[in-house]
């Protein structure tokens, strides 16, 4: 199955096995390098991500599936 980042609402669960980061400082610097712009809500396992702008889906897509 094909997973690209949306303009969406992820909860930190399906952020952390889409970048394979569990903590969220970890996730959070591995957006801001991809160039991605996202609010996060809340604390610990109950963090909302908002993603606002993925510049470059193609680029986030072969990081996170293809390596």
Same mark, same amino acid.
């Given at each position: 199955?094909?997973? @690209?980042?949306?303009?969406?609402? $992820?909860?930190?669960? &399906? @952020?952390?096995? @889409? !970048?394979?980061?569990? %903590?969220?400082?970890? /996730?959070?610097?591995? @957006?801001?390098? $991809?160039? +991605? +712009? !996202?609010?996060? %809500?809340?604390?610990? &396992? %109950?963090?909302?991500?908002? +993603?606002? &702008?993925?510049?470059?889906? !193609?680029?986030? $897509?072969? /990081?996170?599936?293809?390596?």
């Amino acid at each position: 199955k094909i997973v @690209m980042l949306e303009i969406k609402d $992820y909860t930190k669960p &399906e @952020m952390t096995a @889409m !970048f394979g980061t569990r %903590n969220l400082q970890g /996730l959070r610097r591995k @957006m801001e390098r $991809y160039g +991605i +712009i !996202f609010d996060v %809500n809340g604390r610990g &396992e %109950n963090a909302v991500f908002t +993603i606002k &702008e993925v510049p470059d889906p !193609f680029k986030i $897509y072969c /990081l996170t599936e293809i390596l």
